[in-house]
C-alpha cells in the first residue's frame, strides 16, 4: 500500500523512504497502535529522529529490520530501501540486508555485544558470514577497523572480551561490528545515552567520522536535541507514534513550528534566571489516542479540532514539513 | 538542632574500595572512591556532587546514609557524629536522612503497595505511628491520588513512581534527602515536574538535599552550592550561579564544554576538552589525577594540589587556575 504521490515520484533518488507505516501491538483483549501513520525519508545523508519514550522511535528503527518484538506487526505503509519495498520480504532477503547494507548500533554497547567472544572475532564473524572472506583476512579487516576507530593498540585489543571495555570504548566496538561490511545505511538507537557527557562527545565524534569515511547514510536516533543537533543535517520529531515536525536539523531548532517542537527547544536551553521551562502534563498511554492529535492533551495552541481529526503534514517552509491544525 | 548548625558536616573523608584483577586475583588495587571530602549543608540548602561516573559521587552519598562505612574521617548528621555507630545504633537517626534512586522502579519492593512501602518508612518515626490517612495526605503532596496506595509500583509510569519515592523519603520527616540522579530515568518533560516538585518541597519543609548528578541542566535548576568531583578529589566548589558564570577547574570547563555539542571546534578543544577515559591513577602518585586528560596539563600538575580559594565560597584544586590561566572564554563555554 502506498502513501501520497510525493513518494512514488520521488522514491528511486531516496536511499530510505517510509511512507504511512503503522505498526500495532495486538494483545488478547486490544490492538494498540503505536506508529498511527508515520512518513520520513532520508534526503540528507544524516538524519536524526527525536522523540520521548512511547513516541515510537526504537520502533521504526525494529520496523526497518524486520526485527519487531512477538506481537507486534507491521498493518499499513511502505518501507522503500535503495528503491526496493523491504516490507513481505522474506526472512532469508532480509538477513542478506541487515548488517550488510543496514546496520545498527544500540543503547547499550556491552549488553548488545557478546561477551563470551573476543571484540576482534566478533566484527570478524560479521565480516565473514556477508562477505565471505577468509579468517585471516577478517582478522586483518576487524583490526583495522578497531584502529580507525581511535582504538589504541588494536591488534591487542581486539583479543579482548566486552567486560574489559569501559563504555564508550565497548560502543566504538559495536560501531565497528556494525560498519565492517560498508553498509549503505548506518542505524544508531540512542548510541550515546548512559554514557558520560565526555565520552558521549568522543563517541558521536567516532559515528560523524566513520560515516563520513565510509559514505553511510545515518539514522540517529536520539530523545536529546543537543547530541540531534551536533550529528545529523535533518531531522524528524516524534511524538506518540505520529511525525509532529520535519526539516533541517538547524531550521527546526532556530525556528520549530510544531507547538511539541518549540517545548522541546525550549527545555534544551535555561533561561537567564537559570530555570528550564519543561512541557507540562504527560505523555499519553497509547490505546487512549485514537483520531486526534497526540499532542492535544498538552498543546497550549489547542482546539476543539485537535481532539478530533489527525494532524496531515504539510509543507509550510521549503523542507520544513509541520503536522499541526493551527500553525 | 539550632538554625545555624548545619545538617550534614563531612570532614576529611575516606572510602577506598579493593578492585582484584579477574583474571590475576593476586594483583589487587585500592580505588580511591572518596578521598578527603569535606561537604557541609546547611538548612534548606541543595547542594549538588557532579563528576562522570568513577568520580566518587554516588559513594559520597552512600556513606552519608550510612549503606557504606568510611575508612576514615568525620560525618555529622544534625549535630551527630555518625560514622563510628553501629547499625542498631544509628537506627534511631535513620530517619534524618532518606534517599531517592535513580531508578523508582528498581528501589521499590514489587510485591509491596506503594502504600505498603510508604508506611515500611513511616516506621521509622520516633514514637512509630503508622496511619494510613497520613499516607494519602502525602501522596497528596507529592501530587498523586490516594488510589495510588493501593497500586504496585509496575502498574505506574516512572514519573509518578519517582512522586511516590519522594513521598516515602519524606515519611519519617527527614532533614536531608540524598537524591542520586533522581530525574536521569525520566523523559525529559517529566523531569521538570520532579524537579519542581523537590523544590517546592524544599520550600515547605526546609529540606536539605545532597544530589548526585552529571547533569548540569539539573544543577543550574535546583542547587544552590556545587561541588565537582574527580576520582574522589573536590576539584572545584562554587555557589552554583558563581560556578556557571566563572568555572575555573580544568575539569570543570571540560565538563560543560562537553554538554555543548554543537560548539565544538578544534581551537576549543585544545582549550577545553577533556580526553580519553577517567583511569586510576597508580599507587604512590599525589600529583593532579587529572594529568593525562587535561588540555592544560604542564609538568608542575604532577605536584600535589591543593584545594584554594578563589573567592568566597569559591575553591579549585589547580595551581594554573588558581593562578587565573584557565578562565579566558569560560562563560561562553557554560552557554
Not at chain 2, 13 to 24: E, H, M, Q, T, Y
Not at chain 2, 116 to 136: A, K, P
Amino acid at each position: 500500500m502506498l502513501a501520497e504521490p510525493r513518494h512514488v515520484e520521488e522514491s528511486a533518488l531516496r536511499l530510505l523512504e517510509i511512507g504511512q507505516l503503522e505498526v500495532v501491538a495486538q494483545t488478547q483483549r486490544e490492538s494498540v497502535k503505536l506508529l498511527r501513520g508515520i512518513d520520513l525519508w532520508l534526503d540528507t545523508a544524516r538524519l536524526g529522529v527525536v522523540g520521548e519514550s512511547g513516541s515510537g522511535k526504537s520502533m521504526t528503527a525494529a520496523a526497518i529490520l524486520g526485527l519487531l518484538p512477538t506481537g507486534i506487526r507491521v498493518t499499513r505503509g511502505s518501507i522503500r530501501f535503495a528503491g526496493r519495498e523491504l516490507l513481505g520480504l522474506p526472512e532469508s532477503d532480509l538477513q542478506e540486508i541487515r548488517g550488510k547494507q543496514i546496520s545498527i548500533v544500540y543503547q547499550n554497547a556491552v549488553t548488545s555485544l557478546n561477551p563470551l567472544m573476543s571484540v576482534g572475532d566478533q566484527i570478524a564473524r560479521v565480516c565473514r558470514v556477508h562477505t565471505g572472506v577468509s579468517r585471516a583476512e577478517a582478522w586483518r579487516r576487524a583490526v583495522e577497523m578497531l584502529a580507525s576507530l581511535g582504538i589504541a593498540d588494536a591488534a591487542n585489543r581486539a583479543r579482548d572480551y566486552p567486560h574489559q571495555f569501559s563504555g564508550g570504548m565497548a560502543q566504538r566496538v559495536a560501531i565497528g561490528a556494525a560498519l565492517i561490511c560498508g553498509p549503505k545505511l548506518l542505524i544508531a538507537d540512542e548510541p550515546t545515552t548512559g554514557l558520560d557527557a565526555t565520552i558521549q562527545a568522543q563517541v558521536l565524534d567516532v559515528i560523524t567520522e566513520s560515516v563520513r569515511r565510509t559514505g553511510a547514510a545515518l539514522l540517529l536516533i536520539s530523545h536529546d536535541l543537543g547530541v540531534i543537533q551536533a550529528t545529523t543535517d535533518s531531522v524528524v520529531v516524534l511524538y506518540a507514534g505520529l511525525v509532529m515536525e520535519i526539516g533541517g536539523t538547524d531550521a527546526v531548532i532556530s525556528s520549530p513550528l510544531n507547538p511539541y517542537t518549540q517545548g522541546l527547544v525550549r527545555a534544551l536551553t535555561p533561561k537567564d534566571d537559570g530555570t528550564i521551562q519543561f512541557i507540562p502534563g504527560r505523555v499519553p498511554e497509547p490505546q487512549t489516542i485514537s483520531e486526534q492529535c497526540p499532542f492535544a492533551s498538552r498543546c497550549p495552541l489547542v482546539t476543539q479540532r485537535c481532539r478530533v481529526e489527525k494532524p496531515l503534514l504539510r509543507e509550510l517552509r521549503p523542507g520544513q514539513w509541520v503536522a499541526c491544525h493551527n500553525v | 538542632m539550632s538554625a545555624a548548625q548545619p545538617v550534614l558536616e563531612v570532614e576529611s573523608l575516606v572510602k577506598s574500595f579493593s578492585a582484584r584483577s579477574v583474571l590475576n586475583p593476586l594483583n589487587v588495587r585500592r580505588i580511591p572512591a572518596v578521598d578527603g571530602v569535606n561537604l557541609t549543608i546547611g538548612r534548606g540548602e541543595t547542594v549538588a556532587v557532579v563528576g562522570e561516573s568513577g568520580s566518587g559521587k554516588s559513594t559520597l552519598g552512600r556513606l552519608v546514609l550510612k549503606l557504606l562505612r568510611a575508612d576514615s574521617g568525620r560525618i555529622s548528621l544534625v549535630g551527630r557524629e555518625i560514622q563510628h555507630l553501629s547499625d542498631a545504633a544509628f537506627r534511631p537517626l535513620r530517619r534524618h536522612v532518606q534517599m531517592v534512586f535513580q531508578n523508582p522502579l528498581m528501589s521499590f519492593d514489587p510485591l509491596y503497595t506503594i502504600g505498603g512501602s510508604i508506611r515500611e518508612t513511616m516506621r521509622l518515626r520516633r514514637n512509630g505511628e503508622v496511619d494510613d490517612r497520613q499516607v494519602s495526605q502525602l501522596l497528596h503532596e507529592v501530587g498523586l491520588a490516594p488510589r495510588f496506595a493501593r497500586l504496585r509500583p509496575r502498574n505506574v509510569s516512572g514519573g509518578e513512581l519517582q512522586r511516590a519515592a519522594l513521598a516515602r523519603a519524606l515519611a519519617p520527616y527527614p532533614e536531608l534527602v540524598v537524591l542520586d540522579e533522581p530525574t536521569s530515568a525520566l523523559d525529559m518533560s517529566i523531569q521538570g515536574q520532579v524537579l519542581s516538585l523537590l523544590r517546592e518541597m524544599q520550600q515547605e519543609r526546609g529540606l536539605s538535599y545532597l544530589l548526585a548528578t552529571h547533569d548540569l541542566r539539573v544543577v543550574q535548576m535546583v542547587a544552590h552550592r556545587v561541588v565537582v568531583m574527580y576520582l574522589g578529589q573536590v576539584m572545584e566548589t562554587a555557589p552554583t550561579r558563581e560556578l556557571f558564570a566563572r568555572p575555573l577547574h580544568p575539569y570543570t570547563l571540560g565538563l560543560f564544554y562537553a554538554r555543548d555539542l554543537a560548539g565544538r571546534s578544534e581551537a576549543s578543544d585544545r582549550k577545553y576538552r577533556i580526553r580519553g577515559a577517567l583511569s586510576y591513577p597508580p599507587a604512590g602518585y599525589t600529583g593532579c589525577r587529572l594529568v593525562g586528560r587535561c588540555p592544560l596539563a604542564l609538568e608542575k600538575c604532577k605536584e600535589p594540589q591543593d584545594l584554594v580559594t578563589v573567592a568566597p565560597g569559591h575553591a579549585v584544586r589547580c595551581w594554573r587556575a588558581a593562578a587565573g590561566e584557565t578562565s579566558g572564554g569560560a562563560s561562553n563555554v557554560s552557554n
